[in-house]
């Protein structure tokens, strides 16, 4: 039973981490990248999110709860799975490992970047505007950080899609498995140039 209920919970974790998660991050990323295009496309794109209907409730229910969870479980895997680095430094041991790392990371980011852009905005009544990202990224300590948590969460979801497509039976043969690779390699570049290019326009205006 404590199996069974543990592979149930692995798959669910990749579930998560696909859906809803990672096509909220792709959303999120798509987002803030009209940034690029000057603050007002910015603000723009920003007031959309906000204003629409039932917010709230789709944040909890489709990204909160489902990331608590996945947040959770996967730091119960990282500090119980073993790697073997030591006998088997086999490619995917090392993205084994990266993505056990990475996962540590970017629950550490997302929960500053709550912080700072939702609960603290909320109390203080500040906008979560151009400017506000503005501010926070042209602190030279905030845009490493920032750059260190969004190259690991682009990551972390991208190494995720090969164990999740393996774990629910998508690429099953060794070439499949291949191919998965090479393509959560261009999903993984894809997605952190927009994350990247976004953070140097906050902090550059360039």
């Given at each position: 039973?404590?199996?069974?209920?543990?592979?149930?919970?692995?798959?669910?974790?990749?579930?998560?981490?696909?859906?809803?998660?990672?096509?909220?991050?792709?959303?999120?990323?798509?987002?803030?990248?009209?940034?690029?295009?000057?603050?007002?496309?910015?603000?723009?794109?920003?007031?959309?999110?906000?204003?629409?209907?039932?917010?709230?409730?789709?944040?909890?229910?489709?990204?909160?709860?489902?990331?608590?969870?996945?947040?959770?479980?996967?730091?119960?895997?990282?500090?119980?799975?073993?790697?073997?680095?030591?006998?088997?430094?086999?490619?995917?041991?090392?993205?084994?490992?990266?993505?056990?790392?990475?996962?540590?990371?970017?629950?550490i980011f997302i929960a500053w970047h709550v912080w700072e852009t939702r609960i603290a905005v909320g109390f203080f009544g500040a906008e979560l505007n151009y400017q506000l990202m503005?501010?926070?990224?042209?602190?030279?300590?905030?845009?490493?950080?920032?750059?260190?948590?969004?190259?690991?969460?682009?990551?972390?979801?991208?190494?995720?899609?090969?164990?999740?497509?393996?774990?629910?039976?998508?690429?099953?043969?060794?070439?499949?498995?291949?191919?998965?690779?090479?393509?959560?390699?261009?999903?993984?570049?894809?997605?952190?140039?927009?994350?990247?290019?976004?953070?140097?326009?906050?902090?550059?205006?360039?």
């Amino acid at each position: 039973m404590a199996g069974t209920r543990g592979y149930v919970n692995r798959r669910l974790h990749s579930l998560l981490g696909v859906i809803p998660i990672g096509i909220f991050l792709i959303q999120h990323l798509t987002v803030n990248y009209f940034a690029t295009r000057g603050p007002e496309a910015f603000n723009a794109a920003a007031h959309f999110m906000e204003s629409l209907p039932y917010r709230y409730v789709l944040e909890i229910f489709i990204i909160f709860l489902p990331l608590l969870f996945h947040s959770i479980y996967g730091v119960y895997i990282a500090f119980t799975a073993k790697s073997n680095l030591g006998n088997f430094s086999y490619f995917r041991n090392w993205m084994f490992m990266f993505q056990r790392i990475t996962g540590i990371i970017t629950l550490i980011f997302i929960a500053w970047h709550v912080w700072e852009t939702r609960i603290a905005v909320g109390f203080f009544g500040a906008e979560l505007n151009y400017q506000l990202m503005e501010g926070i990224l042209t602190d030279p300590f905030f845009f490493w950080f920032y750059l260190i948590g969004v190259v690991s969460t682009t990551f972390h979801f991208s190494n995720g899609l090969w164990s999740f497509c393996v774990s629910w039976g998508i690429t099953v043969s060794p070439r499949s498995q291949k191919i998965m690779t090479y393509a959560s390699i261009i999903v993984f570049v894809a997605i952190s140039y927009v994350g990247v290019r976004t953070l140097i326009q906050f902090a550059y205006g360039a």
